[in-house]
Each structure stands twice: as C-alpha cells, then as structure tokens.
C-alpha cells in the first residue's frame, strides 16, 4: 500500500517538473564529434577539387551506393590536383548506411561524412546526391551556442564535448 | 419537466452541447496531464499551447472512410456507437448544477436542472447500464474475435462492479432518505457524505474507475491482449463515437460521484453550476492521476477486487450504515 503512495507522489512531482522533450524543429540537438552524417567532397585551398576519381571509396563502400566515373584532366579542364578528375561523382542516399568506409578509403581525405542528418526527401530520385551537391557545404547541425540553461540534455552534451575538448560554443567544424 | 417543455428542451440542448465541448477539451487537458505527468509536453503544435487539438482531431476523423467489415453485422454495426453515445449523453441529463436561477434583468426563474425524479439515482443506473448493450453489440457485430472478447470483458467487468457499485450507494439513500438528486444534495448540506460514508465512497471511486473502462481497470480495450477490444473494427468517426461515450460516462460518474458524496452544486461564494465542474473535474483530475501511476491490473485481478474485496466492503458500509440510522 505505501508502494502504491509511493508511486503517486512520483508521478505528482512530475506535474511541477519542467518536461525534458526537446522540441526538435526548434531546437536540434548538438551532434556528437564523431557523428556520421551527410558526405561532403572537399577542395584544395587553390579550388581544386582533391578528389582524383580512384574509386576507392565506391570499392570500400558495403552497400555499393557510390558511383565515380573519372576523366582525364587537360590543360584547359583542370578540375582536380593530379591526373585524373571525377567526371561523375554520386552518392545515392537511399542506399548509404553511413559506415564512413569511403572516408577512410579515400587516400586523399576528399571525402569527410559530416553532422547533416535531415535528409528526408520526396522522391527517390532526390536522394541521389550529385558531385556538385556534394561539394557544397552542409547545412551546420551544431548550434553555436547552448540553446536553453535548463535543457538537461544539452548539459549532457556540454560534457560530453568537454572531454572532447570542445564546447557547444565553438564549432565542431574546426575539428574536421 | 420542472420548466415546461420549450424552456427544458433549450435546457437539454445547451447541457448537450457543453458537454460535448467540455469532453472535447476534457481530452486535451487529459492528454497535456498525462504529458506533464510524464515530464514531457503533451499537444503543443496545433494553436497556443496545443488549443485547437480537439478540432483539428474532428477534423482528422471526418476524412476518415466510412469502413464496414464485409462479414459484421451492418445494421447492429453501425446502431452500436449510436447507442453507447445516447446513453451516455443520455445519464447526464439529471445531474443538478443548482437550484432555481433568474435570468438577469428579467424575472424570469428557471432551475439548473433538466429534470427531477424521485428516482433520479435509478435512471442514471438504468441508462448507464444500457450503454454497455453498445460496447457488446458492437463487439458482436464487428465478427472479430479480438472485438467479441472486448465486448465480453466490458460485460462481465460492468456485472461484477455494478453490484457493489451499487450497494455503495444505496449507503447514501438510506442515509438521505431519497432517490432524488436535488434531495440527495441538499440533505448534504451541514456534512459532505464522504466523511460519514468514507467506505461507501472508497467502493464508489474504485468501481466508477472500472465502470468508465479507465486505466488501470481499461481491460476491455487492453492492447496489448485484445488490440482494441469493442473497437477494433472501427474506424473514423463511429470510433469518435464510442471514445466520446467512454469519457463522457467518465465524466458522469464524476458528476454522481460529486452529488452523492461532495454535496453537488452546492459550496459557498461560488454559483452552483461553478462548484458542480470544480468537483467533476476534481474528480477527472484523479482519475487523469491514476491512468498516470497504475499498470493495467489482470482479468482475474479485476474480478478477485470486485467479487473478494470491494463487494464486502460495500456490504459492511451498508450495514452500518443501516444500523446507524435505525439505532442513532
């Protein structure tokens, strides 16, 4: 019976609590600094891109989603820093598992997977990213600054990162 | 008819349209509770603070498609929800909100009450009770066999607690004397009954809860044993119905449990019809509470607490209660 008294006043304190939700399209959660998110491709500080069409991360891929056809670079095309470019580089979302093997495949770290994860579309076609999708930057998911002093969540995260060396404050990108 | 009939059947109109606004609102207050209850938001998308839920759910059920299994009973299939709504509608048109009122700047007097019988207590009782014809026929009907044992659970929960839902009450007549509402109310009005008749009003409470189908006693419609009992096989605004019927009976054993034992309408400052939704909802704040902290209790639970504790219980209360009055 004082069990049953127990559990009431449990769940009376309840009433006077502030709820824990996060309110998800309002606020997003900080991901974490290893998290896996959407592909990015990168470029050199001159603009070149540093992918060089190998096809080592579409052979390291499990689920096969990655499709690079390469092409030669000419004097007047020089899209990449060696010999040959990524004439076609697509990734297909819908297939992706996010296990970031392309990421420690690729020789030259053109490829990163970075903290997107709203990738939701209408259509399947839409999901298959194309290079110059890709090589634009991704929406940043970390917020700049903590959002709410008394989201208990978010404290996690603070100490979470802080053993990362790295608070909500700054961002996460810096660590790429 | 205490008004003449023009005056009563506006009476009835407007009973029934707050009532059902007050059930639709009674649902977003019990889903904001329930979250809250929790540690999380309950509705909050739909309007400020989640206000407009309730339509935006009678929205959502009136697209829905008028679906009637192939092998159900058609006519008793779609009378089912038909019948467990009127009744419940029905049960609450003799509860009291006050007595005489004057409409202001008139002298013009009407009573805050449909109706008074001298067997207000059994009419309630009666119609209540027929609801339940709704949740078994509508089991039936659907020819589903996870709907059938819903509505033979709801049957067999309804006998077993009627009986000492009853001899709990039967305590307060004999202690007013009177079948009547408005008797019963008013003979209330130095002591609230739930002090001398606290064991009556412990019964009371339990098989209300088990009566309105409300967690922990919600049996009849447990997911994860018979889907949704009665209403598996409906869908759109015939199961609106049956979960309308289901709270609003909530709402009506909070309103007999606030004149039997809180004194009804009656309390000081506040006009009648205030008191009377302070303590129904006093009551649904309980309830609300309870659906918050309580597992599901098993069948053979539900009917060890009816059969070996609560009709005991019931039956000592109106012993003592009967010896009370003679001897005192």
Known sequence: MLNQVKGFSTTFRHLFQKPITQQYPEYKRPVYPRFRGRHQLHRHENGLEKCVGCSLCAAACPSDCIRVVPAENTPDNRVSAGERHARIYEINMARCIFCGYCELACPFDAITLGNDFELSEISRDALVYTKSMLLEKPALRTPSQAVDPYDVPSQEMERVLGMYDITTATNPEGAE | MVDGVILTVIKSVVLASVLMGFFAYMTWVERKLIGRFQARYGPNRVGPYGLMQP?????????????????????????????????????????????????????????????????????????????????????????????????????????????????????????????????????????????????????????????SNRPPFDLTEADGEVVAGYHTEYGGMRYAMFAAAEFINAITLSALGAVLFLGGPSGPFLPGPIWMLLKIGAFLFVLIWIRATLPRVRFDQLMKIGWKVLLPVATLNLLLTAVAVVYL
């Open chain 2, 55 to 211: 339509i935006a759910d009678l929205g959502k059920m009136l697209q829905k498609e008028n679906m009637i299994p192939e092998m159900a009973h058609r006519k008793l299939y779609i009378a089912a929800p038909f019948i467990a709504m009127t009744c419940a509608i029905g049960a609450f048109g003799l509860m009291p909100f006050g007595g005489v009122a004057t409409i202001p700047g008139t002298d013009w007097t009407f009573h805050l009450y449909i109706a008074d019988t001298s067997v207000s207590l059994l009419v309630v009782a009666a119609i209540g009770s027929l609801g339940f014809y709704g949740l078994m026929i509508g089991g039936w009907a659907s020819s589903s066999k996870y709907a059938l044992l819903g509505g033979m659970r709801a049957i067999a929960q309804l006998v077993s607690y009627e009986v000492a839902f009853t001899l709990a009450v039967i305590g307060v007549i004999i202690q007013a004397g009177s079948l009547s509402f408005i008797n019963i109310s008013n003979a209330q009005e130095h002591l609230w009954y739930v002090i001398p008749q606290f064991l009556g009003f412990l019964v009371f409470f339990v098989a209300a809860v088990a009566e």
